[in-house]
């Protein structure tokens, strides 16, 4: 599934395109709201995640002429502007969802699977977030049953288990830091 980040800070781009991509996104990068709107209309993306705060044009600015020229893909603003006044601002000219800095990886991808799923598309969802099932060789969980089996044999896992080992089989070839495992795991930077 393709889309589409326009983002103007390089280490929110980093992280964002690194995560999305190791979820199976493929993510195109526009680091202004012009170039943002240029590639929204000449590309087909499933999903167009928009600053607010951009050279060129505002991310509001470019939501509204998105919309304008009847473009339905789905829009999450992503932005550190966070009164009642700006989320209403964001999603009156047109955006879907709107979250605001900080927050949780772990957030933004399932509002990107909720956006996808109300667009009602056929866009394929990559294959670790559509499978009840992580495997890593003879070591299996479902997540549907919270069950870890390795040949055969089933373990029963306390609930911080059960994270942990989610969190580590559905980044199999990534080696995490203390502190991300710190944050999907227990919710915190810190112990």
């Known amino acids: 599934m393709r889309i589409l980040l326009v983002e103007d800070e ?20 526009a680091p202004d709201g012009l170039l943002g709107l ?13 600053d607010v705060m951009l050279p060129g044009m505002n991310g509001i600015d470019v939501c509204r002429q998105i919309r304008a020229e009847k473009n339905s893909t789905p829009i999450l603003m992503l932005t550190a502007l966070s009164t009642t006044e700006n989320v209403v601002m964001g999603l009156d000219s047109g955006a ?33 977030v559509s499978s009840n099932i992580l495997r ?25 288990e059960y994270r942990l080992l989610e969190y580590l089989l559905a980044n199999p070839r990534k080696v995490l830091s203390r502190a991300e495992i710190l944050e999907h795991v227990w919710g915190s930077t810190s112990i």
């Open 38 to 50: 240029e590639m929204s209309r000449s590309n087909d993306f499933a999903l167009i995640i928009l």
């Open 136 to 160: 890593l060789g003879e070591l299996t969980l479902n997540t549907d049953t919270r069950q870890a089996s390795r040949n055969n044999r089933i373990f029963t896992l306390t609930a911080t």
């Open 96 to 128: 879907d969802d709107y979250l605001t800095k900080p927050y949780k990886f772990q957030e933004l991808e399932a509002r990107i699977r909720s956006l996808v799923r109300r667009q009602g598309s056929a866009i394929q969802q990559p294959a670790r």
């Open 10 to 29: 390089p280490a929110v781009v980093s992280v964002i395109s690194r995560g999305l991509t190791e979820s199976g996104y493929e993510v195109s990068v």
